[in-house]
Structures are given as structure tokens and as C-alpha cells.
């Protein structure tokens, strides 16, 4: 059985961002502020230091209800029991991650492009992560921004839910579920931040007044 994903407030965890906090803490905090997913990317540490990471982020996520996703490692993903395994287009194909993470791991894979999105299997990902709606500089050398039309464009091939990625705030919550996506995807909008909780908290709010 899969652990149900809600896609609404997606957090990516910087290490960096988050140093003044740690990411223990950023997580708590940002979760009490109504962070719904939470997924570690470190592209810096290794399987052993990510396993350790995931481990303490596990333990303070438990009975939370919100999902741990891993980002491209795949034996970190599996050996922690993450709840999910995020891959980009340079990783691996999804199908060979679906094959080593098994059924009831969540999958999830960037897409930059419409041809991208609608080339996604369901039965095999779950999740896109489309982007980048603008210029970001938390991931150097990504794709040209594609704007709010370019998100439309891609949520509207794609099979799966697609949750917005790129440099988004509170404001862009309009905009971003008016494009059709699940939610929006963040990391300086929280790790960046002094107080993480309020940080996570006006986004949540944001969304929540969007779609009521």
C-alpha cells in the first residue's frame, strides 16, 4: 500500500539554506507550518551521510503524516524506507528505479518540456516535478524558465499530478493552481528563512485560500 502524497506544500531541503537551523529543525518547523511533503536533496553527501540525514528526519517526521522523498539516490531511498525516490532526466530511467525501489515506493521525475511530461508512464511514476517556472539560483544550470504558460502546458499532457518548481512564493499560489498543478514545490521560500514555521505558514495559508 502507498503512502498517500498530497503535493500541495512541497519542501526540497538545502543543506546549505538550512545551516543556520540545521535540517532537523527546519523540517519540525516547517511542518508545523503546514509543509506537506518533504524531500531530501544533497547533492554533496554520500549514501552513508544521506542514510544518516534521512534516519533523524524520519524520526522527527514520524506520525506527522507527511512523506520523506529522496532525491536521486536510490540505495539511500531503500535502505532508509523512504516513502519516495525523486529522479531527474539525467539520473536513471524511471523503469530502472521503479525496478529497484519495488510498487509501493512513491516515484517521482522532473520534467522541463511538454514532449517530457506527456512521455511519462503512470504506471510507473507518480509524480512530476515541472519546472522551473523562473530562474532559481538553489539549482545551478537548470532549464530555461518556462513561466506560468509553459506549467500549463506541461500539467496539461501530463498523466500524472505535476507539482510547480522554480522559484516560487506565496504570491505565485494563484497562479500556480490556476495552471493546473498540485501544488507548488519550494526551498528558499523556507530554508532561507529566519523563522521556517512562519515561512512555511504564509505559503500554506496562501494555498489554502486559493483553493477554498
Known amino acids: 500500500m502507498r503512502v498517500p502524497l498530497d503535493l500541495s506544500l512541497y519542501l526540497v531541503l538545502d543543506p546549505d539554506l538550512c545551516a543556520v537551523h540545521g535540517l532537523v529543525e527546519t523540517t519540525r518547523a516547517a511542518v508545523a507550518g503546514g509543509v506537506t511533503a518533504v524531500q531530501l536533496r544533497d547533492k554533496k553527501a554520500d549514501t552513508a551521510h544521506l542514510v544518516e540525514t ?5 524520526a ?27 529522479i531527474g532526466q539525467d539520473d536513471m530511467t524511471a523503469l530502472a528505479a521503479r525496478r529497484m525501489i519495488g510498487p509501493d515506493m512513491v516515484l ?6 511538454p514532449q517530457l511530461a506527456a512521455a511519462i508512464d503512470p504506471s510507473i511514476v507518480d509524480y512530476a ?20 504558460p509553459g506549467l500549463a502546458e506541461m500539467v496539461a499532457v501530463a498523466p500524472v499530478p505535476a507539482v510547480a518548481i522554480g522559484g516560487l512564493k506565496a504570491n ?9 498543478a498540485a501544488g507548488l514545490c519550494v526551498v528558499s521560500a523556507i ?7 512562519a515561512a512555511a505558514r ?3 495559508d496562501a494555498i489554502r485560500k486559493v483553493r477554498s
Open 54 to 58: 534521512g534516519r533523524a528526519l524520519k
Open 60 to 86: 522527527a517526521l514520524a506520525g506527522a503524516g507527511v512523506c520523506l522523498i529522496v532525491n536521486d539516490d536510490v540505495q539511500a531511498a531503500i535502505a532508509l524506507e523512504a516513502d519516495g525516490l525523486h
Open 108 to 113: 517521482g521525475l522532473s520534467v522541463e518540456t
Open 129 to 148: 516535478g515541472a519546472g522551473p517556472v523562473f530562474a532559481t539560483a538553489t539549482k545551478p544550470g537548470h532549464k530555461e524558465p518556462v513561466g506560468f
Open 172 to 180: 505565485h499560489a494563484r497562479p500556480v493552481f490556476a495552471a493546473g
Open 191 to 197: 530554508c532561507g528563512q529566519p523563522d521556517p514555521e
Open 202 to 204: 504564509l505559503l500554506a
